[in-house]
């Protein structure tokens, strides 16, 4: 356990000094967040707007950190928030088909947690599923707001977001990928301000997004996490999470007090597709004509285990009539020539010879992981490190391949100083740190149809370079 939390460790065990840290960040970073809000053209979305995510806890009751999720049922999506203090009545949400009529209403479950240092914390985290009339086409535009716990009644501004998919072959899909975030660390509100700005432009066209594991960053040293680093996150997704649905998977930085932090403030599908699932650790979902399986590289995989179990059953379901695109998400790697941690992402390492194997066997198309904080990805490879293919078009077109793509997106915009090892092995197709003296930071987009599945990656924007936002870094295309 010492080691998993040190491996991101922030340089200091005193808390105190860490927490003036993290404050000097952010008041650094802040001239810049509100700058680049500005420039996005991103929205004002409540006096939470987007440059106010490094606002200390309120004690009034407001409501902040909206965000949405899928459920697993086509008419509904689940909404959560946080409030701090307030005197008044319970929380609600309220949603409909139009931004002036929010007919439907709900009061919110309420929870709470209190783990962490310098105080633990003290807010309340609220969750609605909000259920639409099941005549609305899929994909409708649906409104909705959440109230907060002021004396008197306070709400968020209307947002809206577009109801799921039809779950199919011909339904064209994309979903967004990355892992290993944080906020000041440097980049992880950038990159966050980026993928929000991205949704936008692309109009309700982003299905979903999923962050594969270390989301915040609010542990420091091995054992112990700073909770408002979880609520500057909340804040900094923000203008992100409340247009498109957000999914997570486990990563070794949330397993400070038993996960607990990670847990309660995020959702994982209600229906789960095969029985054993954990939801919060192991779930799989459909999205368009996307399976996707989310495993925990965080609790026990091997053969034998309920994960491992669980992972070979619901593999094994997929339908690739309905859902012909096949994604399984990890926290760490499984095949990856950064020189952290080498020899667990390497052929014959646990983690590729077991889930990779069963991966493999069931025609997984992409794997995609985070943990190093690099961008790499391979040709089409067999667990054994066999390429199958080295695909037409200097090797960014595969047709049929035989073998999983391995994918390492840790570039949300957490910082550690990655390496790799040399020489390049051959099952490594491109592989990406730094362009000149900066750190690359940006995320991943799958774009599907019924026969063509996308990969391309986008570099956040960045004022020391030229490119702007969603600059492509690499592409490639698999055809069925
Ligand atoms: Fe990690």
Known sequence: MTKKGARHSLGTTDAVEYAAQVEAAAAAAAAGAAAAAEASG??????????????????????????????????????????????????????????????????????????????????????????????????????????????????SPVFSVALPAAIGMETATTLALWGDMGTVIPDGWRVAADVAAAARRADGAWNAMHIVGDLAYAGMGAHDAWQPIWDMFGRQMQDAAVQVPLMVSVGNHEEYYDFEAYVKRFSAPGAVLTPGANRHFWYSYEVGNIHVTSMSTEHPYLPGTPQYAWLAADLKAVDRRRTPWLVLVSHRPFLASDAFEHTAHIPGAPLVDSVGRLAAAAGVDLVV?????????????????????????????????GAPIWIVAGTGGAIYPDSWVVPIPPWSAVRIHKLGDDIVYGYGVVSTNATALEWTLHRAAHSSYPGGPSHILDRFTLIR
């Open 369 to 401: 992981s985070g943990h190093c904080h690099v961008y790499e990805r391979t040709l089409p490879t067999l667990p054994s490190g066999a390429v199958t293919s080295h695909g037409a078009a200097n090797g960014t077109v595969f047709h049929a391949p």
């Open 42 to 155: 991103a929205r004002t979305t409540s006096s939470l707007g987007s440059g106010d995510w490094l606002a200390g806890a309120g004690t009034t009751g407001e409501p902040e950190q909206v965000h949405v999720a899928l459920t697993g049922f086509p008419h509904a999506l689940r909404v959560m928030w946080v409030t701090f203090g307030g005197a008044g009545a319970g929380a609600e949400a309220a949603w409909g088909t139009a931004p002036g009529v929010l007919a439907a209403t709900a009061r919110a479950n309420a929870s709470t947690y209190d783990v962490g240092i310098l105080g633990g914390w003290h807010g309340t985290i609220h969750t609605v599923d909000m259920v639409f009339p099941s005549h609305l086409p899929p994909r409708t535009t649906v409104y909705y707001a959440v109230s907060g716990t002021c004396p008197t009644a306070c709400w």
